[in-house]
């Protein structure tokens, strides 16, 4: 198990790490996923300017990357492909969803999960807590770097900004699937967050509580709820853009940093297609920047009870949907529905 501190960042002065301290850095790891503007405005009362914050994050990032924590600067293809062994997959509870995502929910990325009101997607996440709990307990589960790991159990962060999460579900989910639901209860840190403000805080702050609570997997459900209704103005969207932007790449870097998984929750909008006149068509909320900013979006769409999980981007899918249904047991498989390829309309 890796051992390193801030104290093994070349020359570091012991005014800059009481500096750092205040600021809440506390590890390597925190400081490496800095950005340098931020962390220079945040040290100004030092004088430390850009480039020396950069330098400081800089050198972070090195012992990261000599501890095969981090890729270096230029990996060679094989390197990134053993990087890549040491991704985790989380299963989802629905076997047929799983293989649409080619095993499940995948660390070092971002999932979007996108969908109008009541698509399921709260009905997912609480799913994913109580069937993560196989995983949390997988010794294989890499955190062979990670100095924080033998403290506290696995656990999973809950960022809740719509008041959604309900404990019970996850209890209820657990105890159809005869998994042992004191157990995962007791691994959700859940958190309400009632402004957009709170929640970039939140963000800024989450690798302390990844670090503290030993956290494998954070949802934030929803990333965009709380940004939408605050800037809803024309005047505001550029302000509202840059700062899901902002904690998008944040999130990033830590799934990235810490060989975590990041689950997102996103709403959509509804726009009219003028070669469709009168029929109204959803996409996901947010923009270029949210879909830009997440490694893989689903696409949730209901279709009766069912549900139609529709793979809209992702580096490694191919375009393709998968049926789903919602039930005492979470989400599951339909009785005979199994992925296929469609188009770009989603068909
Ligand atoms: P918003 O947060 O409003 O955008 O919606 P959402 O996409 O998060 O929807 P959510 O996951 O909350 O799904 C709600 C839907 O799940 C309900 O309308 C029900 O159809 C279904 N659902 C929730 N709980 C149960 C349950 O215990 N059994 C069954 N059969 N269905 C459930
Ligand atoms: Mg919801």
Not at 150 to 175: C, M, W
Not at 220 to 234: K, M, P
Request: glycine share 6%; proline share 2%; net charge negative.
């Amino acid at each position: 198990m890796a051992k390193f501190t801030l104290h093994d960042i070349p020359d570091i002065a012991s005014d800059t790490l009481d500096k750092l301290g205040e600021l809440n850095i506390n590890s390597v790891y925190q400081l490496a996923v800095q950005n340098p503007s931020e962390l220079a405005w945040g040290l100004s009362n030092n004088f430390v300017d850009i480039h020396s914050a950069a330098r400081l994050i800089a050198n972070a990032r090195k012992i990261l990357t000599e501890n095969e924590i981090l890729s270096k600067e230029f990996s060679t293809a094989d390197d990134l492909l053993v990087r890549r062994h040491k991704i985790s997959q989380y299963k989802t509870g629905s076997s047929n969803f799983d293989s649409f995502l080619n095993g499940g929910i995948e660390t070092q990325s971002i999932t979007e999960i996108a969908g109008e009101f009541g698509s399921g997607k709260s009905q997912i996440c609480h799913t994913l807590c109580a069937a993560a709990i196989s995983l949390l307990k997988d010794d294989s589960l890499d955190d062979s770097n990670n100095e924080f790991s033998q403290r506290l159990p696995r656990s999973i962060i809950y960022i809740d900004t719509e008041s959604s999460f309900q404990a019970n579900r996850v209890h209820q989910i657990a105890e159809q699937k005869n998994l042992d639901p004191e157990d995962i209860l007791k691994r959700i840190y859940h958190c309400n967050v009632y402004s957009s403000e709170q929640l970039e805080a939140l963000i800024d702050n989450l690798p302390k509580f990844i670090e503290q609570y030993n956290s494998k997997l954070v949802i934030v459900d929803s990333i965009i709820s709380l940004h939408r209704a605050e800037f809803s103005g024309q005047g505001t969207l550029t302000e509202r853009q840059q700062r899901l932007g902002k904690m998008l790449n944040r999130l990033r870097r830590y799934a990235d940093i810490y060989n975590i998984a990041v689950v997102i929750t996103n709403q959509v909008v509804s726009y009219a297609d003028s070669s469709h006149p009168g029929f109204d068509y959803m996409k996901a909320a947010g923009g270029n920047i949210v879909g830009h900013g997440s490694t893989y979006r689903i696409f949730i769409k209901r279709s009766g009870k069912n549900r139609t999980a529709i793979m809209q981007d992702s580096p490694s899918h191919p375009y393709q949907r998968v049926k789903f249904t919602i039930s005492e047991n979470g989400i599951e498989d339909t009785s005979s529905y199994k992925t296929e390829e469609v188009n770009e309309l989603g068909w």
